[in-house]
T-cell receptor, first 113, second 112 residues
Framework: GNSVTQMEGPVTLSEEAFLTINCTYTATGYPSLFWYVQYPGEGLQLLLKATKADDKGSNKGFEATYRKETTSFHLEKGSVQVSDSAVYFCALRPDNAGNMLTFGGGTRLMVKP | EAQVTQNPRYLITVTGKKLTVTCSQNMNHEYMSWYRQDPGLGLRQIYYSMNVEVTDKGDVPEGYKVSRKEKRNFPLILESPSPNQTSLYFC???????????FGPGTRLTVT
């Protein structure tokens, strides 16, 4: 079956530090890959996506590259801010079943001033 | 404002007492779904609906029911709640053919 594995948190960083949150997946074919962010007390919001191998998704200074060879979609940001503190979820949608999203367990990021 | 709304936001109930969590979207989306979020498990899909009168099971459908009589509404029904259904529930909707799902604010359910 399909699965998504994320690094366990929490990840605690100082402001302006470099962020990497690892995400690897198991799926057949070429799934679409997503990062969602959940701010405290809110629902999830789509942060970025990539729909084919070697695509780079980017938004709000965050980036992730779809690596088919390593089945990975790591989230990176060059300089985090306190306002980036949230829970980040990696997710995939299989290429043959457009209505199911499989999520990773989530990684909590805490950024200190 | 385009949004997904859920009610109630918080609910404490007792084992076996039937409850319904409502979900409504104002974006004319065909696709709607329900998830539960549990620590360390991420979000797991309970049920989804591709359009009116079309529903299907997700990964964890046991103990839940849904209906889709109108395009905008997708209620989640727990006929006989049990403590293992204590969780944070999210409703989401998406326009068919697009990638982005819009999530509601969540309903925190506690079953004692």
């Amino acid at each position: 079956g399909n699965s998504v594995t994320q690094m366990e948190g929490p990840v605690t960083l100082s402001e302006e530090a470099f962020l990497t949150i690892n995400c690897t997946y198991t799926a057949t074919g070429y799934p679409s890959l997503f990062w969602y962010v959940q701010y405290p007390g809110e629902g999830l919001q789509l942060l970025l996506k990539a729909t084919k191998a070697d695509d780079k998704g980017s938004n709000k200074g965050f980036e992730a590259t779809y690596r088919k060879e390593t089945t990975s979609f790591h989230l990176e940001k060059g300089s985090v801010q306190v306002s980036d503190s949230a829970v980040y979820f990696c997710a995939l949608r299989p290429d043959n079943a457009g209505n199911m999203l499989t999520f990773g367990g989530g990684t909590r990021l805490m950024v200190k001033p | 404002e385009a949004q997904v709304t859920q009610n109630p936001r918080y609910l404490i109930t007792v084992t076996g007492k039937k409850l319904t969590v409502t979900c409504s979207q104002n974006m004319n989306h065909e696709y709607m779904s329900w998830y539960r979020q549990d620590p360390g498990l991420g979000l797991r899909q309970i049920y989804y609906s591709m359009n009116v009168e079309v529903t299907d099971k997700g990964d964890v459908p046991e103990g839940y029911k849904v209906s889709r009589k109108e395009k905008r509404n997708f209620p989640l029904i727990l006929e006989s709640p049990s403590p293992n259904q204590t969780s944070l529930y999210f409703c989401a909707s998406r326009l068919q053919g697009t990638y982005e799902q819009y999530f509601g604010p969540g309903t925190r359910l506690t079953v004692t």
